[in-house]
């Protein structure tokens, strides 16, 4: 009675242990299975990224010269001052063209007078002339009526003769005149040619004494000192260099195979070791047409902006180029093992509760803990993260999945 009472208990238990035990794993389990987590191998979307070293450079960086030569009366900067494009960096001695500029304008002044005088001139002899063509024209008038009276014996020949010698006067009187206003519009003209000469050279000069100022031709900071004031200024000699840093470029190399994958506008982000946790945003500016036939890489150029004035030219930057995202296969970077002393990647996957290894897995873009898997598996395959170290190729299985790294394994 017993014995048949336990029965169902028994049973009850042996049912459970199949249920919850399958035949699998129950003989992996009584083969010393080795325990690990898996994930599954899936499609990500990952941002293509090219990691590259560059080397910071000024956007622009200008040595100024003097065009003049003479003693460098002022020097207006030091070292490290920044200036905006204009400022005054320096000013040469220029006395002597000051005492010119001064006579240059007393002669500009003397012509505006003369051009007044000889201009008034012109009005007086436009007058005159006026004149001496009315008295004509009434002379001609008196001549005519004189000749007609002479023919009909109207008119004694004294009369006649005084008559016609009125008319040669005003005709000479007319001719004069002409000639007076001549000669008053040559004296304009003369007054105006003199005038502009003088303008002229004053302009001329002004351009000259502006030389004798040295202004920053960029906005900057002075870099470079070369001379001290007093020193003899000539063109050949250097007075200051100036350093554009408002936007800086960062220039770097990409390699053939990569050429078609950047574009002016990519977006990148520059590291250096100064700042290890500062970031510093660009784009790329400007791409060069050719490549190097040594290397074989093609130089680029980023454009960014250091607000904070953090970065210097000269320094090594390390490059992040984002290319855009893809959807790719990928695993977390733990599941892959590496052969010793090679490059050859290679893994473990679960198949019914055993370990199978997978070698010479190729491997393409990494982002955070994924990498992409180009070849050696294939989607859905349960790969080992945890726990591959103890396996080999048909080693038995448990699979016990758990949080990692803040993440669930899937």
Do not use: W
Not at 175 to 201: D, H, I, W, Y
Not at 292 to 304: N, V
Not at 360 to 373: A, C, H, T
Request: net charge positive.
């Amino acid at each position: 009675y017993i014995f048949m009472k336990r029965i169902p208990m028994v049973m009850f238990i042996f049912l459970f242990a199949l249920n919850f035990f399958p035949a699998g794993r129950c003989t992996a389990l009584a083969r010393d299975a080795v325990p690990v987590s898996t994930v599954k191998v899936r499609v990500y979307s990952l941002e293509t990224e090219l990691d590259l070293k560059g080397e910071i450079r000024a956007f622009a960086e200008i040595t100024v010269y003097s065009k003049v030569n003479g003693v460098i009366e002022k020097l207006l900067v030091e070292k490290g001052d920044m200036v905006k494009k204009g400022d005054v960096i320096a000013v040469v001695e220029h006395r002597s063209e000051l005492a010119r500029r001064k006579e240059l304008l007393a002669a500009v002044e003397s012509a505006k007078v003369g051009i007044r005088q000889a201009e008034s001139a012109v009005r007086v002899a436009e007058a005159s002339l006026s004149q001496a063509e009315a008295q004509l024209e009434n002379a001609i008038l008196e001549k005519n009526r004189a000749e007609n009276l002479l023919k009909d014996k109207s008119m004694p020949r004294q009369r006649y003769d005084a008559l016609i010698a009125q008319y040669k006067v005003a005709m000479a009187g007319k001719e004069l005149a002409e000639a007076n206003l001549t000669s008053a519009k040559e004296a304009v003209f003369q007054s105006k040619t003199g005038f502009a000469r003088s303008t002229a050279a004053l302009e001329q000069l002004d351009v000259r004494i502006a030389d004798f100022t040295i202004r920053a031709p960029i906005s900057g900071v002075i870099s470079a000192r070369f001379v001290d004031e007093g020193a003899m200024d000539n063109p050949q000699l250097p007075i200051v260099s100036i350093t554009n840093m408002e936007t800086l470029r960062i220039f770097s190399q990409v390699p053939e195979a990569d050429v078609a994958r950047i574009r002016i506008g990519t977006r990148a982000t520059i590291s250096v070791d100064a700042y290890r946790h500062e970031k510093f945003k660009g784009n790329v500016a400007i791409i060069n047409p050719t490549l190097d036939s040594k290397t074989r890489t093609l130089e680029f150029e980023i454009h960014l902006k250091d607000k904070k004035a953090l970065l210097k030219p000269g320094m090594f930057a390390r490059v992040i180029l984002h290319l855009g995202r893809r959807k790719v296969l990928a695993v977390p970077k733990d599941c892959l093992l590496r052969l010793p002393g090679t490059g050859v990647y290679y893994a473990f996957v679960v198949e019914n509760g055993i370990a199978k290894k997978r070698p010479d897995i190729k491997l393409g873009i990494s982002k955070g803990d994924l990498v992409e898997v180009k070849s050696g598996l294939t989607e859905g395959e349960e790969v080992v993260v945890v726990g591959q170290g103890l396996l080999k190729t048909g080693t038995p299985v448990v699979i016990t999945n758990y949080e990692k790294k803040g993440g669930k394994a899937q």
